[in-house]
């Protein structure tokens, strides 16, 4: 028989709290006393008193520390950080000029370089601000998460700046309200990226307070816009803690009943979940809304949460666009009715993996009329009339992966198949960039041949049963002007190897820049 359940709010005398370390503590107390030093040697700088009152408030409540009893550090304290009082003459249009050019910076470089230049004087800590606390660096470990939150307590100013956050909960959620208090003070924060744990061998056990302590950081950014939860941990069937509630029926997920978190998440557009976040899924699930357009789900359990979740989803986000299933799907009968729902806007397709085998690719590209990528990953079997369906697809479709196909007995796919994909590339060659052909798949040179006619090719992957001769292999470098990531073994059958290499090089530096333009998808460096 089911438990009844009543939600409560999180019990923090039961909770497990996040111990500062007592070099932070320290650290804390320091900051605060140089804050209060310069308060008592500027006693008409309002913003000097304010700081002041807002370090010492903070040091008493986070650390339990008084900092006028720390007079004795006084002097290693002014010694320890004097140097950002050290003036700098330069005029506010050079210092202005210099920020923005290190703005440009790739962002790694970026933010050290901003670093840097506000240690220097006050004006250059104004400018630079501006750029630091947009995008602050990842906190991805507690040192950063305290001193951060110290940051913006000190300076208020600063939270309205910051767009993005990227930061680690820890695997026992200890470090939760620590998380809570920072998105609690960027009300205009945009992007929010949480990974949970650092530890693939450690489960993390979630608890009623996680449950609260999300909804708590999502109902504190109205503007929304990107979401990205992931997990870092090893999996644990028992991972819900006696204070989850658990009835007959599952868990009782917080998050899905918090009415609040509805318009919350009302500008939200783009949601990424990887790893074992399902019950962040089923939580926040009723509470997606139109304005979504971009789902990415990478984690088990997906059709175990809610009847008929594609079409249900379709029903709540009818805008979709992008979609991106890496886990593995049972069968196709939702999964197609929500996908024919989206066939006018959804552009992006990328599916892993079904276990039923079934032409379904063919049953819904006749309604897909916005696809520009279509990605099937080896899990999913195509069949001839899948690969004629796109082949008659009017979709401007630019990348197209192929998942796995039937081999014939000579290792190679069957005539139709073959010829199946040449209408495909010649239908789709005034669009098509990027062909990814399963590198088990061994295909005719024909395949090949017709990629000749795609002379915006930029991406090519395939197999053939034997060496093709070098004019093949070049031709492709004449017609297909922008092709540079091609098999390896077209090195071997290339009589222009040098021009090939200088595409590639190209190629790879451009990735590289971009790479270096932003951060990554998940944290950057962990504890």
Not at 72 to 93: D, F, I
Not at 155 to 176: H, I
Not at 325 to 348: H, I, M, Y
Request: hydrophobic content about 40%; proline content about 5%.
């Amino acid at each position: 028989m089911a438990r009844s359940y009543t939600p409560q709010p999180p019990n923090r005398d039961h909770m497990v709290m996040m111990p500062i370390p007592k070099k932070l503590m320290s650290l804390a107390a320091d900051l605060a006393h140089l804050a209060r030093t310069v308060a008592d040697e500027r006693p008409s700088d309002q913003d000097a008193q304010r700081r002041a009152h807002a370090a010492t408030t903070f040091v008493q409540e986070k650390c339990g520390l008084s900092v006028d009893t720390r007079n004795e550090k006084s002097t290693h304290s002014q010694t320890r950080y004097s140097s950002g009082s050290r003036s700098l003459h330069l005029p506010v249009e050079i210092c202005r000029s210099i920020v923005g050019y290190v703005a440009e910076f790739d962002y790694k470089s970026k933010q050290k370089t901003l670093v840097a230049l506000s240690r220097t004087c006050r004006l250059f800590t104004g400018l630079a601000e501006e750029h630091l606390y947009s995008d602050p660096r990842d906190l991805d470990n507690i040192r950063r998460q305290w001193l951060f939150l110290y940051s913006l307590t000190v300076e208020p100013t600063r939270a309205a700046r910051v767009k993005s956050l990227r930061f680690l909960w820890l695997s026992d959620g200890a470090n939760g309200q620590l998380l809570v208090d920072i998105v609690t003070s960027c009300c205009n924060a945009r992007d929010l990226l949480i990974q949970r744990g650092n530890d693939v061998d450690e489960p993390s056990p979630i608890s009623n307070d996680d449950m609260v302590n999300l909804g708590s950081m999502l109902c504190a950014c109205p503007l929304l816009n990107s979401f990205h939860y992931s997990t870092l941990d090893a999996w644990d069937e028992d991972r819900y803690t006696d204070t989850a509630a658990v009835t007959d029926n599952g868990i009782v997920n917080l998050l899905s009943e918090n009415t609040s978190l509805r318009q919350a998440m009302e500008h939200l557009s783009s949601l990424t979940l990887s790893g074992h976040p399902d019950w962040v899924l089923w939580g926040l699930f009723s509470h997606l809304s139109s304005s979504l357009t971009s789902l990415s789900l990478s984690m088990d359990s997906w059709e175990q949460g809610v009847d008929n979740p594609f079409m249900t989803l379709s029903q709540q986000c009818p805008f979709l666009e992008r979609l991106v299933v890496e886990n593995t799907l049972a069968s196709t009968d939702d999964f197609e009715r929500a996908c024919k729902a989206w066939g006018r806007t959804l552009k992006t397709l990328d599916i892993s993996s079904i276990e039923e085998a079934t032409p379904w690719v063919a049953r819904v590209m006749p309604s897909m009329i916005a696809l520009e990528d279509l990605s099937l990953g080896r899990g999913c079997m195509v069949f001839p009339e899948d690969i004629e369906a796109i082949a008659c697809s009017k979709s401007p479709l630019k990348v197209i992966a192929t998942g796995d196909m039937e081999m014939t007995g000579n290792d190679v796919v069957s005539h139709e198949l073959n010829e199946a994909l040449v209408r495909m590339i010649e239908a789709h060659s005034s669009t098509l960039e990027i062909l990814v052909v399963n590198e088990t798949i061994v295909v005719d040179i024909s395949v090949m041949r017709a990629c000749r006619k795609a002379n915006n090719l930029k991406t090519l992957a395939l197999d053939l049963p034997r060496p093709p001769d070098p004019s093949d292999v070049d031709a492709l470098l004449d017609a297909c002007t922008n092709l540079s990531n091609v098999p390896k073994w077209f090195r071997k059958r290339t009589l222009r190897e040098d021009e090939w290499r200088a595409r590639r090089r190209a190629r790879e530096i451009m990735e590289e820049e971009g790479r270096r333009a932003g951060p990554d998808d998940g944290l950057e460096t962990l504890p």
